[in-house]
Nanobody
Framework: QVRLMESGGDSVQAGGSLRLSCADSGNSNCLLRGDIGWYRQAPGKEREFVSDIGKDGGISYADSVKDRFSISQDNAKNTLYLQMNSLKPEDTAMYYC???????????WGQGTQVTVSS
């Protein structure tokens, strides 16, 4: 597996922007990549999907963040990003990155980074 470390979370006002980063340890033994993406969990709620880059390179977004958030990756830096614009109070949550590998099969999560949006 690989160790993931998120950063970039902060407290911002509604309408603001943040860019989250997810760096991995670089010690991956992954021969065939799976989906990589971002999830979030608000207090008292279940963890939910935000965005991912599929194993075939296709990008998906939750309806709630579409047109406001943008996912990208820098393969040279082993880093996944989430650009978040026009933030809303309902975006307040702990944000987690997740990386999957198909060969060998593993599924890693980061520890999370807190995003707080005030109105």
């Amino acid at each position: 597996q690989v160790r993931l470390m998120e950063s970039g979370g902060d407290s911002v006002q509604a309408g603001g922007s943040l860019r989250l980063s997810c760096a991995d340890s670089g010690n991956s033994n992954c021969l065939l990549r799976g989906d990589i993406g971002w999830y979030r969990q608000a207090p008292g709620k279940e963890r939910e999907f935000v965005s991912d880059i599929g194993k075939d390179g296709g990008i998906s977004y939750a309806d709630s963040v579409k047109d406001r958030f943008s996912i990208s990756q820098d393969n040279a830096k082993n880093t996944l990003y989430l650009q978040m614009n026009s933030l809303k109070p309902e975006d307040t949550a702990m944000y987690y990155c997740r990386k999957k590998c198909r060969i060998p099969r593993w599924d890693s999560w980061g520890q999370g980074t807190q995003v707080t949006v005030s109105s």
